[in-house]
Structures are given as structure tokens and as C-alpha cells.
């Protein structure tokens, strides 16, 4: 297949890049490039060339299949040098994304045009590198370093006209982008031509802006943001030529990271959740009409959720004041949106109008997917199904949202048990992005490829999880607490514990989380299988429950709280109510670093009978649902891979 083809408008050169499905820059298209450059330049006739991309988008990227390869000749950043030094102005015409190296080549064009819904962006310190090919030397001098710092260290793409007005683009087109590239060279062509990008100047910035800037970057947690930035500095204060061996070294000392490492691999991960093979080849059902049983905080934000992706909601409570409220908490989400600029007035209106709130099952006839979400009490859910299999259509998916109680117990009694399944949303439903979904064991084929086509509808990471209490997240999330407290009886202080996870990398220490979210929700779950006659005994957390200590909305959990302050205080009655629990152990992990290596052996340890027990497909879908659900972070790769890059045992 020839990925480089050339044709010609008179005097213009028209190369069209054919390498789906994102024109990824491969060693077949850096060889091509070059050598048109070549042919290009030779050729009298010729007086500029449109650089255009065939399908849905410009260059998106590297090619992946060449991702941990030794990458082959020529390099990219000598490509960008040499269509920067063409003696016929190159112009970049841009729809889709330009992402990493493809950016860098645009870059390397005199020129730059792109359709109004094109997307720019330096990607790279998601994948634990930075730009390779000049983009960090590049980017502050055409658009300034202000805006370089944002892109390089943030990762995140600019809109076309965002990218206009940074100096990134040259002009904004409507639809027919080479014929507006070729007339824009062809005027360009009619004036003195601007410098390379590579000739032009960048003045130094202060200290000030630096050392705002590193602060902002270190907020990542990993190295390559903070890299990225000493790069760019190292742009402003040095010239092109030493900028970028500069830039290079640090790709590549980067490229072969530990931290580099985990990122592809939960890059590739997060490519592979929303198609399993265990849907290949199964048609999902139809979900335009979504209902949502219950609308509390998990309600709502799962009627939010689908809303946002486009469906229609008919949300159901036990009477109208309740009706009411839901419908204000789905609301209220929409307007948080649009005090953060997210959305319009116009647009959360819109959202609302697709929203109708009912106390009666039977309006659930219309629906095609029914979601329950109501409190985590067998008896209440089971009596939501039975009005489910009264009134909704016998096609209707029934979905619970539990996330602790076997699905099996909620689907007894169910007329059609084939369209029953487990989708388990995380709170906030409208923002986490984790989904697991728990198939019984009658759940038919095309309910369970529906589950996972409702995750890529909402833009969720879906993992496959089996049937056991707490299904994959929880069951590890239940062990490492379990274990944070194990820590804490043989002397280890809370504090510490909480400082040694935020040192490995996570937001919040497990007790510091436990505040936050309420002490109460375990509790509960314990007595309840206490209740039904399981064996459990009193952990830590009975003990400060008892006590009226419920977290932060108590004022008072595992840490004191002033009031009005959500800092986390050392507790002298904690450690009253605990002390006959504690002893001193001299074996305990001692440093920060051992204490978090024994929690994320134990995760690592959980997950390994998770997969030998079937619960987990694979080692990956418990890598994401630990970084998605859970706060792992995801420069360590989760817990899975985390043991097994080290060539560590968990046991």
C-alpha cells in the first residue's frame, strides 16, 4: 500500500497521507516524507506544497505498533528539520487532530491551516515522555511560552481557534480544506515568507513564572511534566541546535522509564477495555431511552451521565416530593457544568428538557436499558425488579447497580433472567470513569455487549467483573483497608500510613479516604452480613463508628476536624478508643517506602486469587479498575503490574 501520494494543482504540490486509521507516523511515512521533500525540491515546476491527510484525521501520533521498538531512519526530528528547510514552502492543512509528532511536522511547515473542529495538542507526558521532535523548542517560539508550558506539561489539546489565536495557525477554514490551503499558499506565496520557525527568537522569562509553573507540574506526581518543563526553560536561555539535543536526551532517557513503561501499559489497556473479546461479533441491544430507578447522589449522576451521552431519561422515585429532588440533583450537576464554563445556560436546559421524572414504574414501558440504583438493602431492590418485570417491555435490559450484593440474590423471580445484568457505576457517576459490569450466569450474549457499548457511549474504561462480594474493586479496596488497619494495631501511626500512600503516589491515604467518604458505608455492610449471620469481626472502624466518629461530616473520623476545615488532625481520643487494639511490634514495616510496598502487595496479592478465581479476566482489567475506581496511580500501572515490572512477589 502506498501510504504517500502526490498529485498537483499547477504549481502546487498536493502530498496526501493514507495511513489509517490515524495517519500514524510510521517509518514507511518519515522515509516518504523525506524523500518527497527531495523530489519536491528538485522540481522547478513546483513552487509550494499542501501536506493533507486522507480519512477522519491529520497525523494523530506515533505509530503504537512501534511503540518500545528501537525506532528506524530516518528520525522524526530530522523529518521536521528537513520539511522546515525545503526550499518550497510546506503548509500543513489540518482536520481531525494533530497530536505529538503529528504537531511537530506541522510545526515544521512555513504554514499551518486547519477546519474549525481540528484539535492541536503534545500529548506525550501521558505516556511518561516528552515531544521528541521539537516540541518543546518549537512550540514557545511560534506560540509563545506561556502557552507551550500549558500544552507540553498539561498534555491537553487546543481547539482550532484556540490554537489561532496562540499563533499555532496561520487561519481557520469552513469545509473544503485543501482548496482553502492551496489558495492560502498560493496569496502566502505573493509576500516575503515568514522565518522558520526554528529562526525565531524567544526571550527569557522569569524566575517567577518558572517556579509557578514547576508547581504546577509537579501536581502530576510523575517525572515527565516536571522534565518537559526544564526543556522549555532550556529553550528560552540556549540556541535551536543545543535545545534540541537537549530535548532529545531527555526523550530518551525518559522513552526507557519505569514509569514511561506503565503508562503504555495502561495506554494499551484502556484501548483494549471497550471492546473484550467476549463481545466480539455480538450486536448490542438498542439504549435510546435510558430509566433510572432512584435519584439520590448514584442516581443522579447515572441519569446525568446518559443524558450527557445523548439519551433520554425517565427518571423514577417513590413519590413526587422525591421526584422532585432527583430532579434537582440531576439539575444541579448540569449547573455545576456551567459555573465551570462546561456548558451553557442554553446547553443545560436542553440537557433537562431530555429528563422526565415520574413516581409511577408504569411510564417505564418507553424505556429500552432500566438502571436501579436505590439503597444497597436486598429487600428494597428485589422489590424494584418485580415492578421492573411487571411493567417493563420483555427487550428491556434490567440493570442493578449494586455494589456489594450478589446480583443472583436481586435477579430471583425475574420472568426473562437472560436480560439481567450488573452495571456497578462509581460515585460521582457523572465524573468517575470506571464501570464494572457483572453478567449472572443467564445473562445473554447481547445484554453483556450492550453493558459494554453503554460504557464506550459514555466514555467510561469497562471492565468484566464475576460475582463475588465486592466484585474486583471493592474486594481489593475491602483487603487493603483491612490491612491498613492490620498496620496501624502493630503500631504504625494512621498519620504515617496516610503520608506513606501519598507518597507512592495516591491523592489520599486509605484512612484520610475512609474520612471523606464516611466511616458509616463499610459499617453498614459489615452488619449487615453480620445480620445475616456471617462471621465478622470488629475492625478498627466498628469501634470509632460506635463512637460517633463517621468521618469528615461528623467532624470526626479516623482524624479530628475543626469546624469548617477538612484538614485531617491527629486524634488524641482516637488513639484512647483504639489503644487497647495496638501494640508494638518490631517487625512492622518501618519506612514510608516498606509500608507502601506491603499495601500494594496486598492489592497485588487480592488480585492474584481474583484472577484464579475467574472474578477478573485479566491482569489488566484489575490494573484499571484499581486506577479509574480507586486512585492507583497510574504511573505505577496498578498494583498488577506495579509487583510484576520489579519481578517482585506479592506473596
Known sequence: MTLLSLRRDNEIAVVTLDNPPVNAISGEVRKGLVDLADQLDADPSVRAVVLICAGRTFIAG???????????PPHLPDVVDRIEAAKKPWVAAIHGTALGGGLEIAMGCRFRVAVGSARVGLPEVNLGIIPGASG?????RLAGVETAVEMVTGGKPLSAAEALDAGLLDL??????EAAAIAFVRQ???????QPVSARALEPVSEAFWQAARKTAAKAGHQAPLRALECIRFATENDFAASMAQERQTFLDLRGSDEAAALRYVFFAERAAPKPAAVKGTEPRAFATIGVVGGG???AGIAAACREAGMKIILIERNAEAVARGLENIDRIFAGGVKRGKLSEEGRADRMAGVRGSSDYGDLAAADLVIEAVFEDLAVKRSVFAELDRVCRPDAILATNTSYIDPRLIAEGLSNPDRFIGLHFFSPAHIMKLLEIVPAPDTAPDVLATGFALGRALKKIPVQAGICEGFIGNRILKRYRAEAEG?????????????????????MGPFEAQDLGGLDIAFLQREGARAAGQIVAETLGDILVHAGRKGQKAGAGWYDYAEGDRTPLPSDKVAALLGSRISDNPSRPSSRADIARHLVGTMNAEGQAILSEGIATCAEDIDLVEIHGYGFPRWKGGPMFAFRATGDSAE
Open 172 to 177: 481557520v477554514v469552513g469545509a473544503d480544506l
Open 62 to 72: 506515533a505509530d503504537v505498533r512501534e511503540f518500545g521498538k528501537v525506532p528506524v
Open 297 to 299: 447522589t448514584m442516581g
Open 487 to 507: 498496620l496501624v494495631t502493630q503500631g504504625v501511626p494512621i498519620a504515617e500510613v496516610d503520608a506513606a500512600m501519598r507518597d507512592y503516589g495516591f491523592k
Open 136 to 140: 518543546t523548542v518549537r512550540t514557545p
Open 188 to 194: 502566502a506565496l505573493t509576500a516575503e515568507l515568514p
